[in-house]
């Protein structure tokens, strides 16, 4: 006990350094003019409470599943923007939304794991550490990872705890959203820079693969965390260990990974990209393209540096980032030349946007969703 005290301590005071360290950024960079080269528009709008935690957006069925600061919790249907259903987790939360389509699941700032059936509320479960990576609804299951990197599995239906894998010899953890997610008939997890291919009904260990290797003089300059949502290319799954690199995973039936590339690469976003880019930002904001297939650099663009970015979506013919200053930067995914620009409500884009057929998903720190379609 005391040691996972000790660790979840040193990860609070990395990140009040790393707080520390962005606040002494210089000025974002000033806006450009430019020519629209596409065009897009909002076709609707939302509200929410705010959000004050590290939301992940689930898309289940065509439809957006969000949650706020206040415990909310809703699916709204992407195309029309109407809501389907509404349920409340009765308090604050840190962490959400993973969902199957039907159940969704959330955890409190009081770590209380949360499920829902369509809003009602089915059953909860107590968590030992703080969680900040959304919970994850899969084959009858849900899936957890605290900042202590221990996984539990419990039953869907009932809250029963099934299993709990813990990795030995885990030292500083990152208190950001980690890497969770299903994989065919496999949960994959990361452990420090290491992902994990865990059997989601016993919690054994399939296959393990290091994306990169710690660097630097002191744990804090070590960190290198897988940082989430991770990104999936068909059989291939990519992410951005923190602060070190970026690279991607082949993965070969249930019980064999490769490591198909890695790139050294400065970072705290997760990664976004389709099956010819992998793209993200540093920790200035430069951004980058790497080709999918070998991880070979295809464009950088500094001309939103400093600007606060958030993780990436790719988006037709472009590639889109949220700012600190609510704005939506669509570039031209094969050179990332400025195609058009877009505003919100003028508070961070707080979430990675995601996608739900032909529309996109915006989401603020002032608790705006904002949708958008290409025309």
Known sequence: ??????TCALACLALAALVGCAAEKPKPSALEAFTPRIAARQVWTAKLDSVQFSLAVAVRDGSFIVAGTDGTVMAIDGQSGSERWRGNAGRALSAGVGSDGRLAA??????ELVVMDKGAKL?????????STAPVVAGERVFVIGVDRVVHAFDAMDGRRLWTFQRAGEALTLAQPGVLAAFKNTLVAGVGAVMLGLDPTAGSVRWELAMTSARGTNEVERLNDLVGPMLRLGDHLCARAFQTAVGCVTVAGTDRATLRWSRNAGGQQAVGGDADFVFGGDASDRLSAWRATNGELAWTNERLLYRGLSAPLSFGKAV??????????LLDREDGKTLLRLPTDGSPVVAQPVLAGTTALVV??????FAFRSD
Do not use: C, P, Y
């Not at 059953?123 to 969680?131: E, I, V």
């Not at 889109?320 to 930067?329: A, N, P, R, T, V």
């Not at 603020?364 to 969703?369: A, S």
């Open 320 to 329: 889109m980032f949220g700012d600190s200053e609510g704005q939506i930067h």
């Open 1 to 6: 006990m005391i040691r996972r005290l000790t």
């Open 106 to 111: 959330v955890v409190t700032r009081d770590n």
């Open 364 to 369: 603020t720190r002032k608790g705006g969703l």
């Open 123 to 131: 059953w909860s479960a107590r968590l030992a550490s703080r969680t």
